[in-house]
């Protein structure tokens, strides 16, 4: 690959990643905002967020359909996780076609242990600190 192809590969990669962090940015403040006006307009408490979890994806996909806020607040901070998760994927594809196999390990291994603390953390509900 010549010089000129991969700064033509290596603008589209940059301007990929640009929409994936935009569109997630905006993903998660669409879904609070829209969380924070349900919570509001229906009235009541605010309810404590912390240690609560949704038993299976019906449950949570129940409350969404029937528009419950704690479901799109929920739902917001899942795509604010998983903005800088898919950037991460994006380098390993990123970094696999340059040919830098050397950052496509370090990004892989980055990637896996972000998995398998999400993984971790929904499975066993671990909490910290």
Do not use: C
């Not at 009235?43 to 799109?72: E, N, T, V």
């Amino acid at each position: 690959m010549n010089e000129n192809q991969l700064k033509v590969e290596t603008k589209f990669i940059n301007r990929v990643v640009a929409i994936i962090l935009a569109t997630g940015m905006y993903a998660t403040i669409g879904l609070y905002l829209v969380g924070l006006v349900l919570l509001f307009t229906k009235g009541g408490d605010i309810p404590s967020l912390s240690g609560q979890y949704f038993h299976s994806f019906s449950d949570f996909f129940s409350a969404l359909f029937s528009l419950h806020p704690r479901a799109f607040l929920y739902l917001g901070t899942v795509t604010l996780i998983l903005t800088p998760v898919s950037r991460v994927f994006i380098s390993i594809i990123a970094f696999w076609k340059e040919k830098d196999f050397k950052y496509v390990g370090v990004t892989a291994i980055v990637f896996f242990i972000i998995m398998i603390s999400v993984v971790a953390g929904s499975v066993f509900k671990l909490n910290v600190g």
